[in-house]
């Protein structure tokens, strides 16, 4: 397969630029069916650690792809970008330190997106790079190997690995998403179009000769050496002009001859004929006249029904939009009458704490005041219950020793002998322990033995 090799540069700046014609080559045989079973990683004898990203789009810059290989960046020795003339997509060249990071690299971002919407990241292990002084024609492809072509539609190389190819008729080969999306039905390197074109047909028996188009309401039909269906479209509409769609010509039913010019009447408003050899200046400048006023009305026409039916719409949509506000402000004119109400309850019932906390208050006072009154009350009947206590143990002591009087008293009277005896009080503290007295007593009754 020929084709022309990609014209790029790469350069920092354009007084550096180097120009170079890129070649992309394929294996023919047995290595591809390798890289065909193996849709994961290659074998390892067609890996190296130079890999290249074949298709990266002009509107991804330097700074996102960056950002989009920022995971495998610490092991890559050598980043370069290669980018073609028309700059609508580059390659990026990425020399790696090891070929477990290129395996690695080559898994991971393989057919994966560079953002939302893009396009897929096509990677491609690089076997080696040749650098051939002289002309491309004076190259030959290795042996064994085959050029890449590239897609005219979005420019990028067909690689029956990566994706389906579209050949056809007339032998230019296309990527099948590339020519899905291509609105035109006609191929977009040649413009050859394999559809059958569309055929004029009468409107009453559908033949396909001897065709005339009425030049007033656009009715085809069949001529009179037919089915005279155009004649009989001109007995009931009286549309006078006709055009043979073969030969371009129009014909006058009224007056049954062929017309060679067409102008619009300025008094009826009708298509007639005039002759070219004596129209006049004036006539043809009021001809042309006619044609531009016809020709603007009809344009202003179709605007004046163009924006009438956008202002239609537009009202309609307004009108829907102040309804739905309508509905909406009724809700918020309720939900507000709801919480007046609300409001007013809880400013009654916030006035009626208020005065039970006055209340409250003034009660707590005067309970506190009566608390402090009835604290004074209570110790001055605690001091009258202190004294009347002390009093009432003071003349117990003195009821017990009058009847301690009382008792020796009699005593005294019924022994003689203590008769003329006295009385001694003495205190506890002078006198001797129990002891004491015990022995004393007993030394006393010895001494009298």
Known sequence: MEVDPKEVYSSATSGDCLKALLHFYKYNSSKNELLKKNKQLPPESLRSKLVCIANVPASVDCCELLHFLRSSLAAVSNIRIVQEQSKEIYLVLLQFRTQ??????????????????????????????????????????????????????CLEFLDDQTTAIFTTLCN????????R???????????????????????????????????????????????????????????????????????????????????????????????????????????????????????????????????????????????????????????????????????LSYKKCTSELQEERQLSKSLEVNLQYWKKQKEAKEKLIAQNEQEIAELKSQVRDLMFFLETREKLKEDPELQDGKLIVVDKKTLPSKKKQKAGSWNKKTKEK
């Open 172 to 179: 230019h080969s296309f990527h099948c998403q590339c020519i």
């Open 100 to 153: 477990l990071s290129a395996d690695d690299f080559f898994l991971a971002f393989n057919d994966v997106p560079y953002n939302l919407n893009s396009t897929l990241c096509h990677v491609l292990f690089v076997e080696k790079v040749e650098i051939v002084e002289g002309s491309c024609f004076d190259y030959y492809p290795p042996l064994g190997t085959t050029e890449l072509p590239s897609c005219s539609v």
């Open 181 to 347: 999306a291509w609105k035109p039905r006609s191929c977009p390197v040649c413009r050859f179009s394999q559809s059958p074109q569309n055929r004029n047909e009468c409107s009453s028996c559908g033949v396909h000769e001897g065709l005339w188009m009425c030049l007033v309401c656009g009715n085809i039909g069949c001529g009179r050496y037919l089915q005279r269906h155009s004649f009989e479209h001109f007995t009931l509409t009286q549309h006078t002009y006709a055009m043979d769609l073969q030969t371009q010509r129009v014909w006058d039913y009224a007056a049954d001859n062929y017309v060679h010019r067409l102008v619009q009447s300025s008094e009826e408003g009708k298509l007639v004929e005039v002759s070219s050899a004596f129209a006049s200046v004036e006539e043809k400048v009021d001809s042309l006249t006619l044609e531009y006023s016809h020709l603007l009305s009809a344009q202003m026409e179709e605007q004046k029904r163009y924006f009438t039916e956008q202002l239609e719409l537009r009202s309609q949509d307004l009108t829907n939009k102040i309804e739905l506000l309508e509905s909406k402000l009724n809700e918020e004119k309720k939900k507000n009458n709801t919480l007046l109400s609300q409001l007013t309850n809880t400013q």
